[in-house]
């Protein structure tokens, strides 16, 4: 039987033969589903039509392939411009799930897919939740990276379901949770293979037998001790984030202690979240994001081979992490001698993040040393990672040249050579794409994908596709001499080693831009990067005007390279940097530090290297970690004279 499927826009409800309701959310004209002012009040009005005449059981799912439910609707937070609307926001949610919740049927939440933010909290209202074991199913309240909290009953519902401990974790860290864990932490009643899923859901909520409860402890973390777990997480936020950058972990800490989870309770709380720069910025961030992965859609077919040429530092991750992504890897250098560190670092790596040996192996196995470079014939993709030597490159280039497909995407990841001066050595130079990763290239989300003059459009678009496909995010740039991300870093470290030659120690001028919300000073930067890239990158970056800075030539002549050496302007004596205490940090320095970063951001705007303002604020922030509450460094310059 089907219940006046014609009356909902986004929801299909029918009553099978047994009296099970299934309620299934397809909402018309996006590819994933979120929770929008329209999906939720036909939501309600699916409650309303059961309320004289409950079923069974009702039983939430998805009609998308994508997932369950992606969240509230982001695009509705940007119209939030009075505190009422802000405050209204929250109430919907929070009443409807507490009417779901409270509902005398019982009722399921199938998650196969993405479930979070307010999906979850929605599953969460439901009695069960039955999580689908696929490795797309995850499950999280991602609230706190958009500068929200999990108003919708997220905050009252996850710490009963699981403890207070693992919710706070997961609430103040954004992270999510796949199907078989939500169903060690009891976020999930059961973990269930696709096939069996709509079978498994019938019998879980007609069985309607009570839930597993959380172990003692964590009751009481979450009921008289909620105090000490308050604390506790409290003291792990303030290590990570300040208040004044970051008010939503604190907000969600206080608003779980002090009023069980219900943010209407501090509607003064909600409304400054809700309308803090804070928010608006990292919504913004959020949709750039979106911007950046968007240029990877498109028809193109997804890659199945790469080749790699040179084992390094940069070769051997890049090979490593497109293997994790599912992609067969051909690894060359001059000899198996210099691909077997790649190889075995990539195992480390692995290891820590695979746990099914047979998966561990299939990852391996798809990782092939390849020192004659047979792998280069036959390679959807093929990928330059030999030192910066411009000669060197060329002859390389020349080489492939005459032996790859016709159809293959030749890339360079080349930091600080012109694509245009590599075209010489091609026949077709307009195949040569630059892609451009950062180290490390497991940690950096951002990818600058380069465009000589004349590049061939669709080689370009396949190199996007590419990098999405092995889910990092590219940065369209025009090819100049440190694309963007190195050449807005290049001025800003030159000016931090510039303030140590007046007599500042690292320690304060780091701790300056620490304070200021960077996730590492620009001192310990240089280290990473290495003194000897610095003292190289300086000369080309910097213009003619300087000499390098004398605490860097000094450094650098004494062979002290930065942490790869265990001595720069810090020691590493356990591969993390021996800092002494900084001392007070004089009144402006933050912002004499930004400053040449900031223009030089303007300027790459100005010449065109980056296409608008957003895409320059969203690479320098997914490319340096640039404090992402500010919205990225043109958005702050504007902030800043608002
Ligand atoms: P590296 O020195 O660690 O590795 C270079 C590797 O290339 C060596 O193993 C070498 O044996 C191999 N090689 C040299 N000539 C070869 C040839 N003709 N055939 C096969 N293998 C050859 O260098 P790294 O740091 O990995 O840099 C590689 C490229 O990546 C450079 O273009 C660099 O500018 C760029 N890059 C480096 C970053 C970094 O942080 N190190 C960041 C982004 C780009």
């Known amino acids: 039987m089907n219940i006046d499927a014609s009356r909902y826009q986004h929801w299909q409800v029918e009553v099978d033969a047994t009296g099970l309701a299934w309620a299934t959310l397809d909402k018309a004209g996006e590819s994933a589903n979120s929770l929008s002012s329209t999906v939720m009040s036909e939501l309600a009005r699916i409650l309303d039509g059961f309320d004289g005449k409950p ?17 509230a609707d982001i695009q509705e937070f940007t119209q939030l411009d009075t505190p009422e609307k802000g405050i209204e926001l929250v109430r919907r949610g929070w009443q409807l799930f507490n009417r779901l919740a409270g509902l005398n049927y019982p009722t399921l939440a199938l998650v196969r897919g993405h479930c979070l933010g307010g999906g979850l909290e929605l599953a969460l ?41 693992a919710a706070l974790d997961m609430m103040l860290t954004g992270k999510s949770i796949d199907a078989r864990r939500a169903k060690r932490l009891g976020l999930a009643d059961d973990c269930v293979p696709p096939r069996v899923m709509d079978n498994a859901a019938a019998m879980l909520v007609l069985a309607d037998q009570p839930r597993r409860r959380p172990p003692l402890l964590q009751r009481l973390l979450n009921g008289p001790l909620r105090g000490l777990a308050a604390r506790a997480a409290r003291k792990q936020v303030a290590k990570r984030a300040r208040s004044e950058h970051y008010p939503a972990p604190y907000a969600i800490i206080d608003i779980w202690q002090k009023h069980r989870g219900d943010a209407l309770a501090a509607p003064e709380l909600i409304d400054r979240i809700v309308r803090s720069p804070t928010a608006r910025n990292l919504v913004r961030v959020f949709f750039m994001q979106e911007r950046l992965k968007g240029f990877g859609k498109g028809s193109a077919s997804p890659a199945r081979h790469l080749h790699v040429i040179g084992a390094g530092v940069m070769g051997g991750d890049i090979a490593a992490w497109c293997a994790l992504r599912g992609l067969t890897v051909t690894l060359q250098d001059q000899g198996i001698e210099r691909i077997a560190p790649a190889l075995q670092r990539a195992y480390a790596a692995y290891r820590r993040r695979i746990k099914d040996p047979r998966e561990l192996r299939r990852v391996m196995d798809r990782l092939i040393p390849d020192p004659d470079g047979h792998g280069a014939s036959r390679a959807d993709v093929l990928i330059e990672a030999i030192f910066e030597d411009l000669e060197a490159k060329r002859a390389l280039l020349r080489k492939l040249d005459a032996l ?28 040569l794409i630059g892609i451009h990763f950062f180290n490390p290239v497991a940690r950096m989300p951002l990818v600058e994908v380069v465009a000589a003059g004349g590049a061939d459009p669709e080689m370009l678009q396949r190199a996007m596709a590419f990098v999405k496909q092995i889910d990092r995010l590219p940065l369209p740039v025009k090819s100049a001499p440190g694309f963007l991300v190195n050449a807005v870093l290049g001025p800003y470290m030159l000016e931090a080693m510039r303030a140590v030659d007046e007599g500042l120690s690292p320690e304060t001028v780091d701790q300056a831009m620490i304070a200021f919300g960077m996730p590492m000073g620009p001192i310990e930067l240089v280290d990473m990067v290495g003194l000897d890239v610095a003292m190289a990158a300086g000369k080309s970056l910097a213009g003619n005007d300087a000499e390098p800075p004398k605490c860097l030539r000094e450094r650098f002549a004494a062979g002290h390279l930065g942490k790869k050496t265990g001595k720069g302007f810090y020691d590493y004596p356990k591969g993390k940097p021996a800092k002494a205490a900084a001392a007070a940090v004089p009144a402006g320095l933050a912002d004499r530090l930004l400053q040449p970063l900031l223009d030089r951001t303007q300027q790459l705007l100005r010449d065109g290297i980056v296409a608008d303002a957003d895409l320059a604020d969203a690479g320098v922030i997914f490319g340096t970690g640039f404090a992402p509450f500010t919205g990225g460094p043109l958005n702050y310059l504007k902030s800043r004279h608002d």
């Not at 309240?141 to 519902?157: D, F, N, S, T, Y």
């Open 404 to 431: 790859i497909r016709p159809d293959a995407l030749l890339a360079s990841n080349t930091s600080s050579l012109r694509i245009e001066d590599l075209h010489g050595a091609l026949n077709n130079p307009a195949r």
């Open 55 to 71: 079923p069974r059981g009702l039983i939430f799912r998805s009609g998308k392939p994508a997932g369950f439910i992606a969240g």
């Open 125 to 165: 209202a439901c009695r069960y939740l039955l999580a689908v074991d696929e490795p797309t199913t995850r499950m999280g309240l991602p609230e706190v990276m958009l500068g929200i909290v999990p108003g919708w009953g997220g905050m009252l519902r996850l710490p009963e379901r699981i403890g207070a401990q």
